[in-house]
């Protein structure tokens, strides 16, 4: 699966910019660490949100782990289809199993995460 | 077994290894915790057939004329009960009536193996030598025994197609020694999941040849390797308590449901005065069961509310596979029989209790 053009976070989330918003989501990498997912519990669309804010909680059969959002922005849509396929996470993190799109407060903060090739460099590390 | 960074490898770490499994340290052990994924594996236990290596147990034999004696007093199980060939499980605890640990009891002709967790070898290894009767000689077997669990409904097909088909009359709770795959094994009618299955200790120099005939001659019947996180939930439907997390030193096998192997009336044993006594005074907890009533999953230290008191705590807690939805054990005082939740994390759960086990329709064998 491609990560062409995707920005990392150090606690593996993934961000894409789609026009004014970034579409989010965990990485092949955190999913294979969580294992089978089992629940996800996503934000409220309307709801702001801040760099270090704890965007949705995605529980696996041995373990729970937070997501973080590393922008400012409001969330505006949420992947509901994770409520009865949270496993889409584990078949597919960069596609369907995307978690929230936030529209973003400044564009420019996602200048601050890895790039791709960063981030493998960073798993690898 | 070799040692390499302060971590043991068992017999079969490099075909765990070559499986692509996820390893992890247990105990000092680097153990697959998966190798396909938690859920795949369980079923695969359910369904047909799964191998786990846990060679990471500790196994001891106590032999000599004592031998018995020695068991009687330091194990809460009748170990005079044992005929030879029947397996036992049993629990050793200290004065206090907490646990030491649990464990299974072999009678082998005139010798006794004792198989104990992996996490408590060292202090088993010392509360036992500590404890023989003079004419009770002591062996710890465990670096030169390994141990694989073929589990599943599948199970006795399996061991048939590798030369095995001798142990397929042995009786639940029962072991012999014979072939597998044409090496020496010691296999008893034993297991952790709740479905039928053996448990085949063996030299490990032949823990390889076994695992391959096994999986090769096992295929027909979809047998796969299968690691130690399925191995928690399948025990976790089946209400199996789990040293560490569901009985401890400071528990007693009166409130861990566990007197149907502790026997007062047999006479004397370690930790018997402080039992009975506790249940004189009259228990104020008790290990039970409960299901999450819509998402979320329990963990090991939430705590169990009842309105707005605190009742209790969990002690093991996953999602289970079999029944799709989180399941529990945990310990809450008596008298505790309405709606409970957990409190997980900002919020709670609602939750029922249930009588064990979780999961009714293992294939494990009754005796």
Redesign the interface.
């Given at each position: 699966m491609s990560t062409a053009g995707l920005r990392f976070t150090e606690s593996h989330e993934w961000v894409k910019i789609d026009g004014d918003n970034a579409v989010m989501g965990l990485s092949d990498y955190a999913q294979h660490e969580l294992?089978?997912i089992?629940?996800v519990e996503l934000p409220e669309e309307g709801a702001t949100v801040a760099p270090g804010d704890v965007l949705a909680?995605v529980?696996?059969?041995?373990s729970?782990s937070e997501m973080y959002t590393p922008v400012n922005g409001e969330v505006i849509e949420v992947n509901n289809d994770l409520e009865d396929s949270p496993d889409l996470i584990?078949s597919d993190p960069y596609g369907e199993g995307w978690l929230v799109k936030v529209k973003l407060t400044d564009a420019a903060e996602i200048d601050a995460l890895m790039s791709d090739d960063e981030y493998e460099a960073h798993t690898k590390g | 077994m070799s040692v390499d960074t302060g971590v043991v490898r068992t017999a079969l770490y490099d075909r765990h290894v070559a499986a692509e499994a996820r390893i992890v340290d247990f105990a000092g052990y680097a153990m697959p915790i998966h190798y396909r994924g938690i859920v795949d594996e369980h079923r695969r236990v359910r369904e047909t057939a799964g191998m786990f290596d846990v060679s990471h147990m500790g196994e001891f034999y106590l032999s000599g004329p004592s031998a018995l004696e020695t068991l009687e007093r330091i194990t809460t199980n009748r170990a005079a009960a044992l005929v030879d060939g029947r397996v036992q499980y049993s629990a050793m605890c200290y004065e206090s009536g907490g646990f030491i640990d649990d464990l299974l009891v072999y009678r082998l002709g005139e010798e006794f193996m004792l198989v104990v967790n992996a996490a408590n070898k060292a202090k088993d290894l010392d509360w036992v030598t500590s404890h023989l009767l003079p004419d009770t000689d002591f062996r710890d077997a465990s670096d030169e025994t390994a141990l694989i669990a073929l589990q599943g409904p599948r199970s006795e097909d399996v061991l048939e197609a590798v030369g095995g088909g001798a142990f397929s009359s042995l009786g639940y709770y029962y072991a012999a020694r014979g072939e597998v795959a044409g090496r020496d094994a010691l296999v008893s009618r034993t297991g952790y999941t709740g479905e039928d299955g053996f448990e085949i200790y063996c030299d490990p120099d032949d823990a390889t040849a076994i695992w391959d005939a096994l999986l090769d001659g096992g295929a027909p019947f979809d047998v796969e390797p299968v690691g130690l996180g399925c191995r928690d939930t399948l025990r976790l439907e089946m209400g199996y308590a789990l040293y560490g997390n569901d009985i401890d030193d400071t528990r007693t096998p009166a409130e861990a449901g566990l007197m149907w192997i502790t026997k007062l009336k047999k006479g004397d044993f370690i930790g018997r005065d402080a039992i009975v006594a506790k249940r004189e005074a009259g228990l104020t907890e008790r290990l039970i069961g409960f299901e999450i009533e819509g998402r979320g999953v329990p963990r090991h230290g939430h705590e169990i509310v009842a309105g707005d008191e605190t009742v209790g705590i969990v002690t093991s807690g996953t999602f289970s596979p079999s029944l799709e939805r989180g399941i529990g054990m945990g310990y809450v005082a008596v008298g505790t029989d309405g709606p409970i939740e957990i409190a997980v994390r900002n919020r709670r759960l609602k939750a029922v209790l249930v009588d064990l086990p979780f999961y009714k329709h293992g294939s494990v064998r009754r005796a």
């Open positions: 294992g089978d089992v629940f909680t529980e696996s059969v041995k729970v584990n | -």
